[in-house]
């Protein structure tokens, strides 16, 4: 098996890299100034580098999709410690919806400001009692005049209350089958019918809100494909360059080996620890799976094929391990896992705690789909087995 990239792809690199030393001088995020940050992406879009399938028209990067091209980027940008794309869900989601089912004039109004980061969006899939059955949502939308008028409640609606607008799932064809009788509606968030409710969570940062519809308004084009179609636009995938690689991963088991180096268990150095050699050696082998089940995610991307269930398989395993990381760490440094900082990277400043990213961890396992979930569709689209009972 030849894992290198080939000819074309190392010129390409050495091309990527030029343009960093020239245009990312000081090298390091901490460096640079916010401008300098929002100038450098401008500079990286205008090469193709950055937003790479969004066209120009809508200030994007527009070039052919090429999976090793992106990843080459990832790479080197990562490298660099130079600024990616803006993150969030209007940049990872709502961008890839509206290019594929958008109307012109949605394209145009939301792409550019989203992907500089000026308009910030969040989820409004999930309500109390709607989260894996997510297609028996509650929240109604009706038409009057020329706006909708939407009531009910979603929540765990990450960063609502740092966001402008939200891209929500609202039930307006009550007579219609549960999955036929939703639409995909755009809800600008500053407006008297809508209160947002940060919750605390055990890590007691409020990353997530309840947000409450009482007779919220949006213009009625602000709709997403057809009326009850909103369930087949929710479900539109993202496009195959940004599936990740696992470099999350990667990441965190590097952080936990910096604290074994460092830590003892009594009094002897942890590696020599029979058991906790045996957790890290199962642990790294996750992740070199997780790494070559991405390029296989990578190749079908090249191919054009459909990687199928090998997306869930990623998102299952860097659940897991994320999860299985910070469990080892706690019990190497138990209650100084409250102060000892963790961070993905040595030079990253690391205010976050090992504790933080422990409880975080339990929440990845259920965020975008619980592992059951995950588990119910690879058992059934990969496996064979049989369907679970629809509730349809
Ligand atoms: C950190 C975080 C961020 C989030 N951000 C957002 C956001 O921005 N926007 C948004 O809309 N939502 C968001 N969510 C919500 C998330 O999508 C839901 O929590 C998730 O879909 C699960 O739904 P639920 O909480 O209602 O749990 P439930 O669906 O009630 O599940 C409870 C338990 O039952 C299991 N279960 C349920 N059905 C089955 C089944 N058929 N087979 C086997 N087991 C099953 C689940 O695996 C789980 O263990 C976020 C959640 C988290 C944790």
Redesign the pocket.
Same mark, same amino acid.
Do not use: C, V
């Given at each position: 098996m030849d894992l290198a990239y080939g000819k074309e792809y190392e010129a390409f690199r050495l091309e990527v890299r030029d343009f960093l030393a020239e245009h990312w001088l000081q090298g390091s995020r901490e460096g640079n100034a916010p401008q300098a940050t929002s100038d450098f992406r401008q500079t990286a879009t205008d090469r193709g580098y950055l937003y790479r399938g969004v066209p120009k028209a809508y200030g994007g990067g527009e070039q052919p999709a090429d999976a090793l091209k992106a990843q080459v980027i990832r790479e080197e940008f990562g490298r660099a410690r130079a600024p990616m794309e803006v993150s969030g869900?209007g940049v990872s989601m709502l961008v890839p919806t509206l290019l594929e089912r958008g109307e012109e004039w949605q394209k145009e109004k939301f792409i550019r400001k989203t992907i500089l980061g000026e308009y910030q969006w969040?989820?409004?899939?999930?309500?109390?009692?709607?989260?894996?059955?997510?297609a028996s949502l509650r929240t109604q939308g009706r038409l009057e005049g020329d706006e909708w008028v939407i009531d009910g409640q979603?929540?765990?609606?990450?960063?609502?209350q740092h966001c402008q607008f939200m891209f929500?799932?609202v039930r307006t064809e009550p007579e219609a089958s549960k999955h036929a009788g939703i639409s995909y509606l755009l809800v600008p968030l500053d407006q008297p019918g809508i209160e947002i409710k940060p919750l605390k969570?055990i890590t007691g940062q409020s990353?997530?809100n309840e947000v409450f519809l009482n007779d919220a308004r949006t213009p009625a084009d602000w709709i997403v494909g057809e009326r009850g179609e909103g369930w087949k636009v929710s479900k539109t995938t993202l496009k195959h360059e940004r599936n990740a690689i696992g470099g999350g991963s990667q990441a965190i088991f590097e952080s936990l080996m910096r604290l074994v180096g460092k830590a003892t268990l009594d009094g002897r150095p942890a590696l020599e620890d029979p058991s906790i050699r045996e957790r890290i050696a199962a642990l790294e082998a996750w992740v070199w799976a997780q790494k070559y089940t991405a390029y296989h995610q990578m190749t079908c991307g090249l191919q054009g094929k459909d990687p199928g269930i090998v997306t869930l398989l990623n998102k299952l395993l860097a659940t897991d391990i994320g999860h299985e990381v910070a469990a080892v760490a706690l019990e190497l440094i138990g209650d100084a896992s409250l102060k000892e900082p963790f961070a993905a990277a040595p030079d990253q400043r690391g205010d976050e705690r090992w504790m933080n990213q422990f409880m %975080?961890s339990?929440? !990845?396992?259920?965020? %975008?789909?619980?592992? !059951?979930?995950q588990?119910?569709i690879i058992a059934e689209r990969g496996l064979g087995l049989p369907r679970?009972e629809s509730t349809a």
């Open positions: 869900n969040a989820q409004g899939y999930s309500e109390p009692g709607s989260g894996s059955d997510l979603k929540i765990w609606t990450s960063q609502a929500t799932l969570m990353h997530f %975080g339990l929440g !990845n396992s259920i965020a %975008g789909g619980t592992s !059951n979930i588990r119910n679970e």
